[in-house]
């Protein structure tokens, strides 16, 4: 009886050992561990923030720096304005408004006419009448307060020829001999004509307003 138990026992034990090695499909697949690193895909670099600048000014530095003065006007050639009588030179405004005249003999003189302002003032005239005229001409004598006159002749008015035109910006000046001052005019386009001695008297005239000194 022993044997029988010891052969039953052993069938059994060779089936479940038989079912447990089977290959069958209802058994479950064994799990394969690797110990190779799981590839680890870099994430894009992200940019570093900058940090915002500080807000520009637009409004320019204050200069301490003076600004540079303008060179010294332009001297026109004092040949190219000379009349045929010694001592005298002859202009006028580039607007033709004025014709206009220095003489630098025993004593140096320089005026103009022209379309002389409606509110010069009224001069006594060249005739024998006593009677206030509207002036001719604006004078200046070398050492005296320039003044508006009425002349009989015009005098600063070229005879033998057109007078040249001075140009804007430029300064004809007529040098004195011995103890004759000289003189010196120019035009500019806004005030009109100016002509000066060497002591400060002058006039600027044109044909809106004038300045006599």
């Given amino acids: 009886m022993k044997r029988i138990a010891c052969a039953a026992a052993a069938v059994v034990a060779v089936g479940l050992l038989a079912a447990c090695g089977s290959g069958g499909g209802d058994a479950p697949m064994a799990?394969?561990?690797?110990?190779?690193?799981?590839?680890?895909?870099?994430l894009p670099a992200t940019p570093r923030s900058t940090p915002s600048s500080s807000p520009v000014s637009t409004t320019p530095p204050t200069s301490t720096t003076a600004t540079p003065t303008s060179s010294a006007a332009a001297q026109a050639n004092s040949n190219d304005y000379a009349g045929k009588a010694p001592g005298w030179y002859y202009f006028s405004?580039?607007?033709?408004k004025f014709e206009c005249g220095i003489a630098v003999l025993n004593t140096s003189i320089a005026g103009c006419h022209g379309s002389l302002p409606d509110?010069?003032?009224?001069?006594?005239?060249?005739?024998?009448?006593?009677?206030?005229?509207?002036?001719?001409a604006v004078q200046l004598i070398a050492g005296s307060p320039a003044k508006f006159e009425s002349l009989g002749d015009p005098k600063f008015h070229r005879f033998d020829g057109p007078a040249a035109a001075l140009p804007y910006g430029?300064?004809?000046?007529?040098?004195?001999?011995?103890?004759?001052?000289?003189?010196?005019?120019?035009?500019?386009?806004?005030?009109?004509?100016?002509?000066?001695?060497?002591?400060g008297h002058g006039f600027t005239v044109s044909a809106e307003d004038f300045d006599l000194r």
């Avoid at 040098?175 to 001695?197: A, H, M």
């Fill in 31 to 42: 799990t394969i561990v690797t110990d190779r690193p799981t590839p680890i895909t870099a």
């Fill in 170 to 199: 430029e300064v004809l000046t007529v040098p004195g001999s011995g103890s004759t001052n000289g003189l010196q005019c120019s035009v500019d386009e806004q005030s009109g004509v100016t002509c000066t001695d060497q002591v």
């Fill in 119 to 136: 509110s010069a003032p009224k001069v006594p005239g060249s005739g024998a009448s006593e009677a206030a005229v509207k002036p001719n």
């Fill in 93 to 96: 405004s580039p607007s033709g």
